[in-house]
Structure formats: structure tokens, C-alpha cells
């Protein structure tokens, strides 16, 4: 999506910013890991088949991604940003006759930032975003069976099994959002800061810090 890609999220331990090409080497060397490649459902990709789903990516209507970033790496303007990448989060949008649902998708890729919470804050800046930026009103998320941790993580944000696939061993959880759980949402998210990305990268690779600590 074009919506997103002058636009930059603070939260407290994460920075989102749009996947970019200078992002595609590192995650290309991610989706090479067997383990990343079952866990999404993801067949391997030459590194020229990787920017071009970059740039599809961009493009797409029915897609927003974002690319996680270590605040505390990010911080550093002596760290290249593809040096701070942990993962990224998508918002697909499934259903051309139902815009308001969204399939949410994340990606911790680096397995010492795992564990730490930070699926669970990404996931509420991503909903965040997804209902003030995009109009989303529904949430749905696939998540392999094996996939115990990630299954546990969206329950405790009180989305709901709807489906459950044993052809393709994943479980469909879903979330509507009424006017009581997105007053709640964006009530608790004072702490996520937009920003435009094209400022403060520039900023950053003036070796002048932008991101508080």
C-alpha cells in the first residue's frame, strides 16, 4: 500500500517503517530459514523474486506491511537499519467485497527477540493502525497448529477460534472490534508515535538520533 510508505511507528521497545528495498537482502536471508518458510506457509524466493514482491507489495491496495525494527539498535545512527530488523507485520485485506476486514500477520524472523513481548506490542500498534488508518473493523489471524505461543498470544487479546483447517494444520482466529474495545485500544496507545519516515531517516543518517530512549 501507498499509505503507509512515508510513515513511521514509535512504540516502546519497536519502530515499524515501511519495507523498503534496502530491507530486502536481509529478509531474503530470513525466508531461506526452513522453519521461518513453515511457519508462514512460504516457499522460497530468489533474491530478484524478493524485490519484486517488494515492490508488488508497495503497490497492492489489499496489502500494508511494515518492517520491525530494535528501538534500541535504531536508536544508534551508527547501526544501519537493515542492522536493527527483527521481523515484520502485514495487514491483508482478504475479502474485495468486505474492506473492513483485515488478516493480520507477524513475524518475529530473529529467535533471540522472541519471548520478549514484542509480538504482542506490535500487534496492538498494527490494530491500532489498521482501525484509524485503514477502517479495519474485523480482525482475522492464521496461525499454524504447532504454533502453540502465537495461538496463546492473540487468545489473551481475546480473539475468538473460528476455523480450524486440518488439510492445512492452522487455526483461524478472529476479532471484531466494537466502539467499547477500539475506545479501549486507542486509549492504551498513548505511548505509539507516528511519524514521517522520510524526515527522520534522514535525520538518522545525519548521525543526529530521532527516537528517544
Known sequence: MR?????????????LVPYNADH???YHQWMASPELQKLTASEPLTLEQEYDMQRSWREDDDKCTFIILDKQRWADPNVPEEGCMVGDVN????????PSLGELEIMIAEPSYRGKGLGKEVTHMMMCYGIHKLGIRKFEVKIGLGNKISIAMFKKLHFNELFVSEVFQEVTLGLTV?????????????FMQER?????????????PSIST
Do not use: Q
Open 91 to 98: 495487514i491483508f485485506l482478504t475479502d474485495p467485497s468486505d
Open 24 to 26: 530486502v537482502p536481509r
Open 196 to 208: 514521517e519516515y522520510g524526515k527522520v531517516r534522514d535525520c538518522r543518517n545525519g548521525a543526529k
Open 3 to 15: 499509505i503507509n510508505e512515508d510513515t513511521l511507528l514509535e512504540g516502546k521497545n519497536v519502530v
Open 178 to 190: 466494537d466502539e467499547a474495545l477500539r475506545d479501549d485500544l486507542l486509549d492504551n496507545m498513548d
